[in-house]
């Protein structure tokens, strides 16, 4: 026995050790089981300066703009008066170059400051700069605030709205008078240097005009963009009041017709009233459905919204609306043929909006006549077809605009399906339409 115990001893031992070195084994030496507290420092730090990013962005952005503009002014304003920047000035016509003095803080001050005002009022900030520019050129300054010249003109070149052919000819008459005012206090430049220079200011007017080009094209394109996204909502709109108003008021008002002749018959006309009622209620939650949707915080609210009833009907729901016709004295034959897919995408809204006019247009003009609707479901597509026989009344119908089918063809078109109405042989109304399953839009 002892020796049993003394040899099994070491083999537990090793086992045990055994079992720790696997578990071990399991886990990699790399492995982190909890995220980095730098990570986690640094991803914290990184929101918070993006939310003060944020923050100060939408605080520059709502400053005046003469605020906004004065910034670049004040730098140039205390770059000329820096040492290492004074020397480093724009030189035109070789004017001997004369100590700054008084005088010169004024051409500094007139040359920089103006260009708080560039976008407001960009003539007369290109005006001011321009005078200063030219007593700095002829008095022999040579600031580092001239440099202004060139920010005003493709500032004023972006912003200027009015008579900028006319701004342009004095510009052009200013520096031509500037120059033969430097020939003669010069060392005597040529005329291709003079012009060379009117040329660079030319090429500065011309960057601000391609700005003010581009800004205005933008800012058209955005307005294009607006009106048409305007323009097709309200046809949306409009197209979604069609199906749910003119479905259901055809239906009523057809109701309503048959019910005065069942006066004589109290249990029927109790019927045919109760179907009127029916189908208002059904106008109105689909309305208001309708109504939710064009409001700005529809998609937002949660609970119980969020689990009411979907906004958009199913083909499912296409035996409602079966239902309801043949309540309103219509013969109406259903057939559904295989299994719908797990992801129509908007199909299955378009084919239910297919059988809702199509069965509308068949109380309005072939009341009582005999109508069959199939609906087949596909792997790729479903296929939906309408037909009404001619033979019905045509005593209830009601006058429509013909907006139905050629709202049907457009939806059917945007999925990239095909549809077709119109009558057939013998008399009679056929819709159809194939309409590719899995596609939104």
């Not at 993006?50 to 005046?64: E, Q």
């Not at 260009?115 to 300054?141: K, T």
């Not at 059917?412 to 013998?426: C, I, N, Q």
Request: no cysteine; proline share 4%.
């Amino acid at each position: 026995m002892t020796e049993q115990r003394s040899a099994g001893s070491p083999e537990r031992r090793t086992d045990g050790a055994g079992h720790r070195e696997s578990g071990a084994g399991l886990r990699p030496a790399g492995l982190r089981l909890r995220p980095s507290v730098t990570r986690v420092r640094a991803d914290g730090i990184r929101h918070r300066l993006d939310s003060a990013r944020k923050r100060l962005g939408g605080i520059w952005y709502r400053l005046d703009v003469v605020v906004r503009d004065l910034p670049f002014g004040l730098l140039l304003l205390i770059g000329s008066f820096l040492p290492a920047l004074r020397s480093n000035g724009t030189v035109v016509g070789g004017v001997p170059d004369r100590p700054h003095d008084a005088l010169a803080v004024v051409v500094i001050l007139l040359e920089s400051l103006p260009l708080a005002v560039r976008r407001r009022w960009p003539a007369l900030s290109l005006a001011l700069v321009s005078g200063g520019f030219a007593a700095d050129q002829l008095l022999g300054y040579h600031t580092f605030a001239a440099t202004a010249m060139g920010v005003a003109l493709v500032s004023t070149g972006s912003h200027l709205e009015r008579h900028r052919r006319s701004f342009v000819a004095g510009l052009t008459v200013a520096y031509v008078a500037l120059s033969v005012g430097l020939a003669r206090l010069g060392t005597g430049e040529t005329v291709a240097e003079y012009t060379t220079f009117y040329l660079a200011m030319g090429l500065a007017w011309g960057a601000g005009s391609w700005l003010r080009t581009t800004r205005q094209a933008e800012a058209e394109r955005r307005e294009r963009v607006a009106v048409e996204t305007r323009n097709a909502e309200r046809t949306r709109i409009a197209r979604e009041l069609h199906d749910v108003v003119t479905h259901h008021v055809t239906a009523m008002v057809v109701q309503a017709e048959a019910a005065r002749y069942l006066t004589s018959a109290p249990e029927r006309l109790e019927q045919s009233l109760s179907a009127v009622s029916d189908t208002g209620r059904r106008a109105i939650t689909d309305l208001r459905h309708l109504l939710d949707l064009l409001n700005p915080d529809h998609g937002t609210r949660s609970g119980d919204d969020a689990a009411a009833e979907p906004r958009t009907p199913a083909v499912g729901r296409v035996l409602t609306l079966v239902e309801q016709t043949r309540r309103a004295g219509q013969p109406v034959e259903f057939t559904e043929e295989g299994a719908p897919p797990e992801s129509t995408g908007s199909s299955d809204l378009v084919a239910y909006r297919v059988v809702q006019e199509a069965l509308t247009n068949a109380l309005k003009y072939a009341h009582g006549s005999r109508t069959s609707v199939v609906v087949r479901h596909g792997e790729r597509e479903i296929t939906v077809e309408v037909g009404t026989e001619g033979t019905g009344s045509r005593a209830a119908a009601v006058g429509g605009s013909g907006r139905g089918l050629a709202g049907l063809r457009e939806r059917v078109d945007v999925l990239g399906g095909d549809f077709s109405a119109g009558a057939v042989a013998g008399g009679g109304f056929v819709v159809r339409a194939r309409i590719p399953a899995g596609v939104r839009s």
